[in-house]
């Protein structure tokens, strides 16, 4: 999908984004990201597509500072006035591609996404990984959330049809955006998504949540 229609499109939901059925398990996947993190109150954070800040927010209580990036303005308000009401001001909102996005070479401890890099092509996922490298610091940490196969979907439709009716009886009204990255954004199956990475100098690790739903652990060891 064209990043002008991911900007609109999360432009109009913004309002509502927190309040989807889908919510209370977006929480609990996002619980699960953070449970898994070794903090340092040092750490120097960046959260790519922090949208409502679902992952930004509850960070920078334990770090020093989180840059949190989105491309959608409306949902960078929405992070903003959540912080806010918490009286949370360590968090620098930045409205950017982080495709294009200037960060500062090895300034990063650690960068996590929860459910934005289905948004990039396969290619501009290597593109994201190369920066990911660059401005992490040695033996900094990517741990990413995301829609992604444990099968392969072209081998296994019927797989992917159950999954679907599944979704659609689970979170019969908000299951048409679940439905619909996976029939028009770009989830890679999780092997790729490992190869990338690894094939880009990082150490990797898998954790599946759903068949259509996982966590990938990357440290950059730089010698
Ligand atoms: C499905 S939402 C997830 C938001 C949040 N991380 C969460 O867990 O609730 C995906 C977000 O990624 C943002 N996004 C998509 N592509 C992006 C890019 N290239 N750079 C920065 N943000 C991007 C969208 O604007 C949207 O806010």
Do not use: W
């Amino acid at each position: 999908m064209k990043i002008d229609k991911i900007v609109k499109i999360f432009n109009q939901k913004a309002e509502g984004y927190d309040n989807e059925e889908i919510e209370k398990f977006r929480r609990l996947f996002v619980e699960n990201i953070i449970e898994e993190i070794n903090l340092n109150a040092e750490d120097i954070v960046i959260d790519i597509g922090t949208g409502t800040g679902a992952l930004a927010i509850p960070l920078a209580k334990k770090v020093k500072k989180v840059i949190a990036i989105d491309i959608s303005k409306k949902m960078l308000e929405i992070a903003r006035m959540k912080a806010e009401k918490e009286g949370i001001c360590n968090i620098e909102f930045k409205h950017d591609n982080f495709l294009n996005s200037h960060i500062n070479e090895c300034s990063v401890d650690l960068i996590v996404s929860n459910l934005a890099l289905h948004h990039l092509s396969n290619k501009n996922k290597e593109k994201a990984i190369k920066i990911m490298r660059k401005i992490l610091k040695k033996d900094g940490k990517v741990i990413i959330g995301d829609i992604m196969f444990f099968f392969n979907p072209n081998k296994e439709p019927k797989k992917l049809a159950f999954i679907k009716k599944i979704i659609e009886r689970l979170f019969p009204n908000s299951a048409y955006s679940l439905i619909s990255a996976l029939n028009n954004e770009h989830p890679s199956q999780t092997k790729d998504l490992k190869l990338l990475f690894e094939k880009n100098g990082f150490c990797t690790k898998v954790k599946m949540f759903l068949p259509i739903l996982g966590i990938i652990y990357a440290v950059h060891k730089r010698f």
